[in-house]
């Protein structure tokens, strides 16, 4: 296996430049085909190709002039290889300056390696070449047809340096290193998502009540390996870094995102870096990808709009223009702007009643902090007083907190008033940034209601030592620092958000951990529920796709709420960041105008009515592939007769009961669980000699 990209010209140390052979040396090497060796002899069956000297023959499927080293890739045709489907046909020749073009029959002569040093790195090289242009204008060697239900990249090897063509679309799941090095990952069945998306790391099956212990880590580490076996990398066929002209990219859009397809792959299998590669192809064998975004989410009819949104470090500097570099955000005042400008047009396409945010800067609320500045800035581009925030108490800096940044709350006077003051969580020595809550009346109807919103932001996975290290459950870092947060924030929404006036409770924010963590269990033990799906994202790490931001509420809210992630954020390339897009960032945009993705919430105090009524929303769970199977009861024998059927949350009370026929109730389902809020729920059916329960997942 050999580095097809990305390695510096210092490692090579020795020139690949091509060796021109003397005439009688050619004239030998033709004088018998015995001379020839198949390159399926050289690859063998083996992880490593056969050390030594030969000459082969074949066709030039691909040349790559500004890979380090550079080179060709030979691959035989049908009748000539060793007839083996298990060696691979190719071979890379590395030439500094390749004299040959895609199509040429050659016979090269050189040596051949294969390990960890230069300039193989663990792909089959054939270095110091001797190459002869036999002919011209071949046709190249047909594409290997990968098989979909077997792909796994364990199984590779024998495709080395061969023209490959992947059966089924490929999903987008990883863009990180798209400008820095031309490279992205492709997965096979969806995106790679988190393993604690879907699996709990102390309970199987997943979403259950215990949150401590690790009996069930060996699931998380076989779906981890999973998600490694279904996925390969794209290159773009050149060693270049920081690329002025990023490849890949849509031509309408400008970016390329996390969940874009390529209906059809086709390249050249290479290796580097610990990693299977495919090399792109020129003309009608490129790459070619449907790139969308997402607009606004929308709902039925509804009577308040919340969000949740990390706002990246939002810092203003001194808050006349001066003050930069900050902390945390913006290195200069032009940056900030920048910044500025994409948090708004994303605020402002929300247009939401109330506004949970995260990382702000912790400086109070006088003139010229970081809060009056956005709250200017989004009352002139919405209109004069649109917004105003909720005051914490602290002028300079944020009762309880020890943080750089906070969490606050802003809202619309025209929907909302608050009631009584702001509560901050008190409990000392927990929180970095605690918990802030207020309390909420409708102003739009004669009879208002209320609700309370409570804003979090709990200790990232980055670090931790001792009790928070990393346990290598899935969870990363400092999750006991979390699971201790969220214990105390279950006591807050008791004993002080709760008593402040109303039962209705929705708890929004960075909770820093995914669907099936520990956090998100204690919170579901206490009876509160997660109104997302697991397939809900956020927040994408390392190319996998999870979710950090939630909405949390107390029962008494399911059926009464809906809520939706804007995918403006995760999914997109972080060089459309304005820290590293500078003077290109498109500052009018609302996409990548953070790392994390906003969370939107519509409540309806008298009962949701989604518009969707009759669109099936109910999977089978867990299914996170995507293609995942609708729910039915169409395997339910007739023998059962007449059904009870019943929805309950997973932890909590029953929210439907239907009794009637199969046909009945199939024809009922959709319409009848419309209202429930999008998540994880138990359905039991129980009939004649037929008794199930099941997990299903709301969309």
Known sequence: MFLTSKLSATLLFFSLAAVLPTSSAWAQAAESSAAITRIGTIQGTGLAARPGTYTIEGIVTAVYPNLEPAGFY???????????????????????????????????????????????????VLIQPQVQVLSGSHDAPSFVQLAATSFSTAALERYEGMR???????????????????????????VTYQPTQFIDPNDAPATGTTSTGTANVAAITAYQAANLERSLLLDDGSSATKLASVPYLSPTLGTMRVGSKVARLRGVLGYGFGKWRVQPLPGPDAPVFSVSRPGV?????????????????????????????????????????????????????????????????????????????????????????????????????????????????????????????????????????????????????????TLALVINHFKSKSSGSGLNADLNDGQGGSNERRRTQAHALVEFINKQVIPAGTKRVVSIGDYNANYEEDPIDIMRTAGLVVVTPPTSASY?????????????????????????KWNINSAEPIFLEYSLAGPNTDAASPFRSSDHDPVLIGVNFAGLAPANVAAPRLYVYPNPVEGARLFSLAGVPAAAGALSLEISLPQGPPMLRLHGPVALLQAELNRSTAHLAPGIYLLSLKGRNFDQTQRIMKD
């Open 164 to 190: 490959i063509q992947l059966p089924v679309p490929l999903t987008v799941s990883e863009v990180y290193s798209l400008q820095q090095r031309g490279e992205m990952t492709l997965t096979m069945g969806g």
């Open 74 to 124: 030979v691959q035989e045709v049908a009748s000539a290889s060793d007839g083996n489907p298990a060696t691979s046909d190719a071979l890379f020749v590395a030439q500094s300056s390749p004299i040959v073009s895609i199509g040429d029959k050659v016979r090269v002569t050189g040596t051949v390696q294969e390990t960890a040093a230069a300039p193989s790195f663990d792909q089959a």
């Open 540 to 564: 994408v790490f390392k190319g996998f796709t999870g979710s950090l931001d939630h909405c949390v509420v107390t029962s008494n809210l399911v059926g009464f709420i809906d809520v939706h």
């Open 297 to 449: 989410p929308t709902f039925g009819r509804v009577d308040l709009k919340l969000v949740s949104f990390n706002v990246l470090n939002y810092f203003n500097g001194d808050g006349a223009g001066g003050g930069f570099p900050t902390p945390r955000g913006a290195k200069t005042a032009a940056d900030f702007a920048r910044q500025r400008s994409k948090i708004i047009a994303a605020l402002a396409r929300m247009d939401a009643d109330i506004v949970g945010l995260t990382e702000i800067e912790n400086d109070g609320s006088g003139p010229t902090s970081a809060l009056q500045d956005l709250v200017r800035g989004l009352n002139e581009a919405m209109g004069a007083n649109t917004y105003t925030f909720i005051d914490d108490g602290g002028p300079d800096q944020q009762p309880n907190n020890t943080d750089a940044i906070r969490c606050a709350i802003l809202y619309k006077p025209a929907a909302v008033r608050p009631i009584g003051a702001a509560l901050v969580a008190p409990v000392a020595g927990v929180f970095e940034r605690p918990p802030l809550a207020q309390l909420f009346s409708t102003r739009r109807k004669a009879r208002p209601d």
